[in-house]
């Protein structure tokens, strides 16, 4: 379970950061290129993604 979020926490960031970056206009060559809305989905991708990292590591710890 632990590995699951870490590898889904990961991907959502990386994810987010391109979202964020097409959608503030640097990195061009999508759809989402120049458009606010993808660079507020990245962010919100992001926040996910840290917050299921921080879940994974407050897991159940063994004795």
Not at 2 to 28: E, R, Y
């Amino acid at each position: 379970m632990k590995i699951a979020l870490n590898v889904v926490g990961a991907v959502l960031i990386v994810f987010g950061c391109i979202w964020i970056l097409q959608g503030i206009n640097i990195l061009p060559g999508s759809f989402m290129t120049g458009q606010i809305q993808w660079a507020v989905y990245g962010a919100i991708a992001v926040i996910v993604g840290i917050g299921l990292l921080v879940l994974a590591r407050r897991g159940k710890r063994k004795p």
